[in-house]
């Protein structure tokens, strides 16, 4: 989203659509709502990764996989930040930047397609 446009389609620069000081146009309203969408989503795959790992855990060894499950994501943190730079400095384009996150994202999911499930107990 830029000041001119929505997901690429033009919009009208600095047109309030209702009387504030922060968030009136178009454009920045969007980007509340999605940023609110994004944050949704972010707290439940957080919630499901943690119950993940609790069901994939061995008895007994919950808390050594649950230290390497925080040692990873501390250790991993500078990723997404130092694609988002690189990208836009390569690229000369936010947009680009912020594509990086698109990269990150099907990694994890590759990577998740290789996690077996934990049997079903009946």
Known sequence: MSPTSIFFVPVTPGVPIWDSPVFSTAPELAYLAFACL???????????????MARLAPKGMEGEVFGLYALSGSATAWLAPGLVAYFTSTYQSLRAGFGAIVILLLAGFLLLLLVKPPPKHA
């Not at 994004?38 to 993940?52: D, F, K």
């Open 38 to 52: 994004i944050a949704v989503a972010i707290t439940a795959a957080y919630a499901s990764s943690r119950s993940l």
